[in-house]
Nanobody
Framework: QVQLVESGGGLVQAGGSLRLSCAVS????????MGWFRQAPGKEREFVAA????????YYGDSVKGRFTISRDNAKNLVYLQMNSLKPEDTAVYYC?????????????????WGQGTQVTVSS
């Protein structure tokens, strides 16, 4: 079983930055593709970013490309999401997810484990 705990969310003004962290326990992180998703009120959960097991390949949703960066530290069992140039439309609960596979995917139903989420609110 894998446990995921997100942290780093909060309230920030438009144009600001936040860094989310996801602490992974229960299994060795290098065996998992990791992803970040978000869900705003009244909307479906949306793909934000994903990273391969080694960290050598990253993927982003169109709405965050060029502003967000996903990274991982397998030695520390941590995954990060650096969010820059934040916009009010980035307001959502952000979820960390893990997939026990070598294949990176962007769909929610293909991830095996999820954290509880951390709230990000961007004010205009």
């Amino acid at each position: 079983q894998v446990q995921l705990v997100e942290s780093g969310g909060g309230l920030v003004q438009a144009g600001g930055s936040l860094r989310l962290s996801c602490a992974v326990s229960g299994r060795t992180l290098i065996n998992y593709v990791m992803g970040w998703f978000r869900q705003a009120p009244g909307k479906e959960r949306e793909f934000v970013a994903a990273i391969s097991r080694s960290g050598g390949s990253t993927y982003y949703g169109d709405s965050v490309k060029g502003r967000f960066t996903i990274s991982r530290d397998n030695a520390k069992n941590l995954v990060y999401l650096q969010m820059n140039s934040l916009k009010p439309e980035d307001t959502a609960v952000y979820y960390c997810s893990a997939r026990h596979s070598i294949l990176v995917v962007t769909t929610t139903d293909e991830y095996d484990y999820w954290g509880q989420g951390t709230q990000v609110t961007v004010s205009s």
